[in-house]
């Protein structure tokens, strides 16, 4: 099934979406109440596709993050080596509409990225989750990019060394992306068997598959779960692959170790259309602009 939150009227409404005609249940809130209630969708009227606007599919307070789960990614990078899988937030806020487009600030950054990602959906609520159970705890998937300021991450001090600020390279207007439907778990398959691409401009960036994570989904579930209790409509990205321009920027620890058969990376520029996918998820696009565009 594929579900999605709809405008109609400026009212938020959750929706099952099957080929042109779009099945709105028209209780507000959309799709993030619907799983803070019981997770079931209840369709009572529909409308034609080009009758309702797209918003996020769901706007948790926060999106949880798992980084350097990809060993092609961890190549092309200066190595931090960690006993756990790295986590850290983005505001709940950083999330986009689908296909609004991202203006690139100067007074946020010079070095926009791209990282495309799966992000994981969770349908029930839980604490310690185990990892034979982690699945059972998933409603859904959604593709996912986790824009980030390279030059806010990465901190160059004056001796050369450099350090990891997170929080400001995360954390802007629009820097979290997600394809406009989550797909509901049992229409995925194996969620660890998927291709992930991230195309600019139509150039191949990044190519991989989740065939390739490092911590698995349980794994993932497991770990996020024993410190924060996972709450339905909770998102969970999982990390993206090696292609990224960071990989290209010897200045903030990029070893050139594009993988094999992709389009030499940079940062994005204004005027670049981003586009990415994961298996059979719906995927998103974006343009990059100037500010106030």
Not at 25 to 44: K, M, W
Not at 255 to 260: D, M, Q
Request: proline letters at 8%; aromatic letters at 6%.
């Amino acid at each position: 099934m594929r579900t999605a939150s709809v405008l109609i009227d400026g009212i938020r409404y959750a929706a099952v979406v099957e080929g042109d005609t779009v099945h709105v249940d028209t209780r507000p809130g959309g799709l993030d109440a619907v799983l803070a209630a019981d997770g079931v969708l209840r369709p009572d009227t529909r409308a034609a596709l080009s009758e309702v606007t797209f918003d996020a599919p769901l706007r948790p307070p926060v999106v949880f993050c798992v980084g350097q789960n990809y060993a092609d990614h961890l190549a092309e990078k200066e190595q931090i080596h960690r006993p756990e899988p790295e986590f850290f937030l983005k505001a709940g806020q950083t999330v986009a509409a689908p296909g609004e487009p991202a203006p690139l600030d100067p007074l946020v950054t010079a070095k926009l990225d791209y990282e495309t990602e799966l992000g994981i959906v969770i349908g029930r609520a839980g604490r310690a989750i185990p990892e034979n159970r982690a699945y059972d705890h998933v409603y859904g998937y959604v593709a996912l990019n986790d824009l980030t300021a390279r030059d806010r991450q990465v901190v160059v001090h004056p001796d050369g060394s450099r350090s990891m600020a997170l929080g400001p390279g995360k954390n802007f207007d629009g820097s979290t992306r997600m394809g406009r439907e989550v797909v509901t778990a049992d229409e995925i398959g194996d969620p660890e068997d998927l291709l992930l691409v991230t195309a600019v401009d139509g150039e191949i960036r990044q190519r991989n598959t989740t065939r390739h994570l490092i911590s698995s989904i349980p794994e993932i579930i497991a770990f996020v779960s024993r410190m924060l209790t996972l709450r339905p409509g909770a998102v969970i990205a999982t990390g993206t692959p090696g292609g990224t321009g960071w990989g290209a920027d010897p200045e903030l620890g990029g070893t050139g170790a594009t993988p094999p058969g992709l389009a030499a990376p940079s940062y994005l520029r204004v005027g670049q259309r981003v586009e990415g996918s994961i298996g059979p998820l719906l995927g998103y696009a974006f343009t990059v602009t100037a500010p106030g565009r």
